[in-house]
């Protein structure tokens, strides 16, 4: 499987943010599979953002719900994620990623990946 995220790379602060991943080797609606777009800010670790499951259901992080929609295009294999009303600090690297499998450990959450995208950098800035 591979992934590949494109993207504008530089939005204006307000505006909204529009991402694709290509997805080939794969298809997007396998059973079981589920699909992430994960964030790394500059100089901070990796965030979740959510995912859209094979069936098309989707979840998102509580701190970001508000402002992101994940979606895809079947006959495209192709997700999409858009965020809106940018602001400087989510200017970050973007990934979409494939999850292996999510386990507890603990009262801890976590989640492993087995296919990455290259990651897309996106600036917010005016």
């Known amino acids: 499987v591979q992934l590949q995220e494109s993207g504008p790379g530089l939005v204006k602060p307000s505006q909204t943010l529009s991402l694709t991943c290509t997805v080939s080797g794969g298809s997007i609606t396998t059973n079981a599979y589920y699909w992430s777009w994960i964030r790394q800010p500059p100089g901070k670790g990796l965030e979740w953002i959510g995912y859209?499951?094979?069936?098309?259901?989707?979840y998102y992080s509580p701190s970001l719900k508000s402002r992101t929609t994940i979606s895809r295009d079947n006959a495209k294999n192709t997700l999409y994620l858009q965020m809106n009303s940018l602001k400087p600090e989510d200017t970050a690297v973007y990934y979409c990623?494939?999850?292996?499998?999510?386990?507890?450990?603990?009262?801890?959450?976590?989640?492993?990946?087995?296919?990455w995208g290259q990651g897309t950098q996106v600036t917010v800035s005016s």
């Open positions: 990623a494939k999850k292996l499998e999510g386990f507890y450990s603990g009262s801890y959450y976590f989640e492993v990946y087995d296919y």
């Open positions: 859209i499951a094979y069936s098309g259901s989707t």
